[in-house]
């Protein structure tokens, strides 16, 4: 193997890749080779950093140095400065505030330990990096039951939303007899805000790989399936590299390190329906059918795909795997808390500085991921809540923001863990719509097949809709109220029976918002359009006209020296005219 | 993709790949979706003659293809247009202001979400997160991504398209 002295490690993940990466890696080719430096120094496209928000990113190793928001006439600068010369180029570098410094400091890398590490696309990486070692255990030093034991004493629990924990999963399904049995991955990732899992097959796809073998070998199953989303080509396109890869040195297939146990991994593509991240629906899809969920029991344990005994697991779930077998259940106990154990990785987004992907030990507090990893709210704006658990989840109010992040203290609050979607809301944002959004998605997918959810998240749209339109009526948010404890109650699948958990956990913090746009047809957010209207100010307003000829409807007049009106019947609330004020004379009235 | 361009000609040969497809696929267990998958990225779009097709290929009746086509989102019985612009709606992109985007686009594209302008060019879409938010909001047209948008971008962005097709076909 060749040896090269220093590494650049180019984001390819998603976000970075939109923000222009993959040309950068090519400066880099170019620009080495001007320097005559192609055999010293190896370009590495990586999975994702996590710092999206200031991509590309780029790390140079062996300093480790994190250069943020490279632009390709960047690179020559840091091939001739940091390459050559051996001098860093100050002003990329991130951690030159405190913010980028604490958004490492307070994360601790466990799922993700190999994401932006090592190259996806390489299995010797993967190796390099321990890769493979704990199947090697499992296969030539444990008993199926010791590995399950193993995983029970972790207390690793499902990462997907329910947080089962994963051992005793993996128990039921070893003492379900039968000829064949199926490990499966949940790669559907329906979380309207959320890429964690995609991160991880995009940056580490060895590693699921390896859990599922190891799966299957616990439970005595010889076939796994990935059920991955369409909508992630990189991802498929990693993972179908990585199988290929493991096949070739024979840690897939037939008679995996001599041992005689055979398991091989087919991948399986969804097509956008958010339902069959549930998982009898799933299983229904990866027999190339309608993905509707069916009753359980029975469960997928005793009867799941092809009515045959079947676990599934999240992508999460199965990164976690490899390192607990080599690093043991104890260490990863002793991370997070009492009941909820390791680390737990989450996409943050929405109204935050630091957008982007984080992984913390459990306990953590919401306030350290916002003000100490997260950088605060942008241009000075106040926290109001926020969501994680996406349709299925709740929200976090700011009186509480010091909860800690684990299963029971989110669900204790109204909220959940779900899969890792965490959405930061400002002062701007209107929690009635949100509540309409998440119930809007639900309405869409919603698959049909049982009445409380087809037509009673329906129903509660209608209402929202009302409200949000200056509308609302009185007794609409008692009606709200009734019908999300029937479809609760009687929903057939996961979907419907936490599709009102948006509204409920809104209403209970936010209460008196739902109030304002029922009977005061107010909505302090001022974001509900057909509530709010703009207005010119007559002291500020220099009557200079330039909004008049902005407005796309003319409804606005005024001649000079007199101020300027906006004619309230044609003004279609566009925002336009405020926008383009110089004077920032125009205001928006809730 | 191609689709819009296509002669007769070629529309065997399209036949023949959709027959490749079939056999490759026609002894795996489930492998409808998949055969859709593949079926849709050569035609564009699974019109009923299609569906026909592969319905007597894997032997499955044609009113389950269509139950399945018309259960997934990602199946279109609808050609797309050329470009197709898929705005995120995903909910970091719609905290900041991803249905703004959205309606801007369905008036400067003259069309509803779903559909197609009536040159074929572009069809206007609402998606998931497609995993860029912190660049949010974001659209992606085809496999490109765009981000951190403004009303003015999307003009850039149509504009930008509309050359570029005017190229592909001097
Ligand atoms: C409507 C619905 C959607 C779901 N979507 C996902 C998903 O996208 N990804 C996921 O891992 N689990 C999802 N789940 C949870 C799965 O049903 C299942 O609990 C999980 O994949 C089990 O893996 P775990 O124990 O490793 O978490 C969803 C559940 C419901 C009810
Ligand atoms: S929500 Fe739009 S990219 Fe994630």
Request: glycine fraction near 10%; aromatic fraction near 8%.
């Amino acid at each position: 193997m060749q040896i090269f002295r220093a590494h650049v490690l180019v984001c390819g993940g998603t976000g970075c890749t939109s923000s222009n990466s993959p040309k950068i890696a090519e400066e880099f080719e170019v620009q080495l080779k001007k320097n005559n430096l192609e055999n010293e120094v190896k370009v590495v496209k990586t999975g994702c950093f996590g710092l999206c928000a200031e991509g590309p990113v780029i790390v140079v190793y062996p300093e480790g140095a994190m250069y943020t928001m490279v632009k390709v006439e960047d690179v020559k600068e840091i091939v001739e400065e940091h390459l050559l010369k051996g001098r860093l180029v100050k002003r990329l570098l991130a951690g030159n505030d405190e913010f980028d410094y604490n958004f490492f400091k307070k994360q601790m890398r466990v799922a993700l330990r190999n994401c932006g590490r090592i190259n996806p696309e390489s299995i010797e990486e993967y190796i390099a990096f321990d890769g493979y070692q704990a199947l090697a255990k499992v296969l030539t030093e444990m008993t199926p039951e010791q590995v399950i034991d193993t995983i029970k004493r972790s207390g690793l629990r499902g990462r997907g939303g329910a947080g089962f924990p994963t051992g005793l999963k993996w128990e039921f399904a070893r003492k379900s007899q039968d000829d064949q049995k199926y490990v499966c991955c949940n790669a559907d990732e329906g979380d309207p805000g959320a890429f964690m899992d995609r991160s991880i097959l995009e940056g580490d796809p060895h590693s699921v790989l390896e859990a599922m073998a190891i799966a299957g070998y616990a439970i005595g199953a010889n076939q796994g399936y990935i059920y991955i989303r369409a909508e992630y080509p990189i991802a498929v396109n990693r993972l179908r590299i990585a199988i290929d890869q493991a096949k070739e040195y024979g840690l897939l297939g037939k008679n995996i390190f001599g041992t005689g146990f055979d398991f091989d991994i087919e991948i399986r593509l969804g097509a956008g329906a958010f339902v069959c991240g549930e998982e009898t629906a799933l299983m229904t899809s990866i027999e190339g059918k309608r993905g509707e969920p069916r009753p359980r029991p029975p469960f997928p344990a005793v009867k799941g795909l092809w009515q045959k005994p079947t676990i599934l697991n999240n992508v999460e779930t199965y990164a976690n795997i490899p390192v607990i077998i080599l690093k043991g259940p104890e260490w990863f106990a002793s991370i997070g808390t009492e009941r909820s154990k390791g680390t737990k990785v989450f996409a943050v987004g929405g109204k935050i500085n630091n957008t982007g992907l984080v992984e913390i030990p459990m306990g953590t507090t919401l306030r350290e991921i916002v003000y100490d990893i997260g950088g605060g709210i942008p241009n000075g704006k106040k926290f109001k809540a926020a969501q994680t658990g996406g349709p299925s989840g709740g929200c976090i109010p700011a009186s509480l923001i010091d909860t800690p992040i684990d299963y029971d203290s989110l669900a204790q609050v109204g909220s959940m863990m779900g899969s890792g979607g965490l959405i930061i809301m400002d002062e701007d944002t209107c929690m009635v719509d949100i509540a309409k959004f998440f119930l809007e998605f639900t309405v869409e997918e919603s698959c049909g097949k049982c009445p409380p959810c087809r037509i009673g998240t329906k129903r509660m749209l209608e209402i929202l809709e009302r409200i949000t339109g200056g509308k609302g009526e009185e007794g609409d948010i008692e009606k709200l109220e009734i019908l999300a404890k029937n479809i609760k109650a009687a929903a057939l699948c996961g979907l419907g029976q936490t599709a009102p958990n948006p509204v409920l956990s809104t209403l209970r913090y936010f209460r008196d918002e739902y109030i304002a746009h029922v009977r005061d047809k107010k909505c302090p957010a001022g974001v509900c359009k057909s509530m709010m209207h703009y207005v010119i100010n007559a002291d500020l307003c220099k009557s200079c006209g330039i909004c008049a000829r902005n407005c796309p409807v003319g409804a606005i007049k005024g001649e000079r020296k007199v101020p300027y009106e906006i004619d309230q019947e044609k003004c279609i609330k566009c925002g336009a005219c405020m926008e383009k004020c110089p004077f920032k004379a125009i205001f928006k009235n809730a | 993709m191609s689709v819009n361009k296509c002669c007769c000609e070629c529309t065997d040969v399209r036949d023949a790949k959709l027959q490749e497809i079939i056999d490759k696929y026609k002894d795996t267990k489930g492998a409808l979706i998949q055969v859709l998958h593949e079926a849709q990225e050569l035609y564009g779009y699974l019109p009923l003659e299609v569906q026909k097709k592969i319905s007597e290929g894997l032997n499955v009746p044609l009113t389950e293809i269509y139950g399945v086509v018309t259960f997934y989102t990602q199946f279109s019985l609808k050609p797309k247009g050329k470009y197709r612009i898929q705005v995120c709606m995903g909910t970091a992109c719609y905290v900041k202001g991803s249905g703004m985007i959205l309606d801007k686009l369905k008036e400067k594209l003259g069309i509803d979400v779903g559909d197609c302008t009536e040159d074929r060019l572009f069809s206007l879409h609402a998606c998931r997160c497609i995993g860029a938010c912190g660049l949010a909001p974001a659209l992606m047209v085809n496999d490109e991504v765009y981000g951190r948008l403004t009303e003015k971008d999307l003009d850039d962005i149509i504009e930008k398209y509309r050359k570029l097709d005017a190229e592909s076909n001097q």
